[in-house]
């Protein structure tokens, strides 16, 4: 025998009945739908800022490049620096040359040094930035987009030119009014021409598992070689502050962190006088932090949703009993079991989802004051949203199914009676 398909109509005034109902109940159905909304807004909001979060990560990692090793100097003063420079003479360039000649997984490399200032200044403002001191390879191993202009040359290098790259908000504090390129700003006593600005990149976050990163937008890049032979540095001073190799492929980079630690352990006679930080081990460590965070904050909305599946459950179970003659009357009027049940079912579902939508809205908005608040990036995906409707539509069902059963396996004539 075929099986007939409801018509969509019935459904239709299924679901207008449902919300009859709930516009009968203000109240009731508005505490009822308080726990969907702050559960549904607790998802929201916690898969916003898990989003952004991944999505900051991704960005700062970028900058230090994922299948690059990056190495920092230690900073040290007074008598420990001197006691240390009894064994190491610090971060150099030799330390780069031998990593290039014994490590055969090193593909390039950059290198930094941060120039003490006393003034920086144009003929048309001044700056507070930090000059530092790089060799051409810095910009694309940071990958640091240029906006205008160019960054620097080998031909920079090797003939100690004067010319420097500024960040976008060294730019727009030393030329207010902008044309940048061509100009000359001072550097202490020296003066540099301006060949490249570079563009905007956005990031709400200065550090990763406590490692500083970025502060590219104010500072002002000029070739190493001019740093090192034109500004002044104290002599116990490390030649450079840190530097950058990166990997050819196939290579693991944690392994390869070891080769090199060794490497500079025997160079600098056993001085913990640098460290070796591994971008590719911060973004784990980020990521297992982050999966940390997104569990507990699933529980606490998942609490939450669970005491909204428990709210419809008890308003589906008390509607049961203020409509026990409405049911009575449509069963003794042909109406069969499936149809109550599907009725109750309805209204569950026109419960769980009204709190849903409502919820979602909550959710963002709550994610745009953490934002604000906490300083914290928040990103939104539809799959998020979608997931968070899905699980309220899903306890809707879930809570709605016992109280819908129970209303279609009343007795007709005990209904009746009991009305």
């Not at 976008?168 to 940048?180: D, H, I, V, Y």
């Amino acid at each position: 025998m075929k099986k007939t398909r409801l018509p969509i109509a019935v459904y239709w005034e299924g679901i207008k009945q449902a919300f009859d109902e709930m516009r009968h109940h203000k109240l009731r159905t508005s505490l009822t739908l308080l726990g969907m909304i702050f559960g549904v807004g607790a998802v929201i909001a916690m898969l916003s800022v898990g989003e952004g979060a991944e999505r900051e990560a991704l960005k700062m990692i970028e900058s230090m490049g994922v299948k690059n090793l990056v190495v920092n100097a230690r900073s040290a003063e007074g008598e420990a620096l001197k006691s240390v420079r009894e064994h190491s003479i610090g971060l150099s360039l030799r330390d780069i040359e031998s990593a290039r000649d014994t490590l055969p997984f090193v593909q390039n490399w950059s290198a930094e040094k941060k120039v003490k200032v006393f003034s920086l200044f144009s003929l048309k403002g001044r700056s507070d930035a930090q000059v530092v001191g790089v060799t051409p390879s810095y910009f694309e191993l940071s990958a640091l987009p240029l906006g205008e202009g160019r960054t620097l040359t080998e031909k920079d290098e090797a003939y100690y030119q004067q010319v420097a790259v500024l960040g976008p908000e060294a730019a727009r504090s030393l030329f207010p009014q902008g044309g940048a390129i061509g100009s000359l700003i001072k550097v202490n006593h020296q003066w540099f021409t301006v060949v490249g600005v570079l563009s905007e990149k956005e990031s709400s976050k200065a550090s990763i598992q406590g490692v500083k990163l970025g502060g590219e937008r104010n500072q002002v890049f000029i070739p190493l070689t001019t740093a090192l032979k034109k500004m002044h540095f104290n002599s116990l001073e490390n030649q450079l502050d840190s530097f950058k190799l990166a990997l050819a492929d196939g290579i693991e980079p944690s392994l390869a962190a070891k080769s090199l630690q060794h490497l500079l352990n025997r160079r600098h006679g056993g001085e913990k006088d640098f460290d070796v930080v591994v971008p590719a081990d911060l973004l784990a460590q980020h990521q297992k932090t982050q999966q940390i965070f997104n569990i507990v904050m699933a529980c606490v909305a998942g609490i939450s949703l669970l005491v909204g599946g428990i709210g419809i459950m008890n308003i589906m179970l008390a509607t049961i009993l203020e409509r026990t003659g409405e049911i009575g009357l449509l069963r003794a009027l042909g109406a069969k079991r499936k149809d109550i049940a599907r009725q109750f079912l309805i209204e569950s579902i026109a419960i769980s989802g009204t709190g849903g939508i409502i919820g979602i809205g909550v959710g963002l908005l709550l994610a745009l004051i953490i934002s604000s608040a906490a300083g914290w990036p928040v990103a939104w995906s539809p799959f998020s949203i979608l997931l968070a409707l899905g699980v309220c539509m899903t306890i809707g069902v879930g809570f709605g199914l016992y109280p819908a059963n129970k209303a279609a396996k009343l007795d007709p004539i005990i209904a009746l009676q009991r009305d």
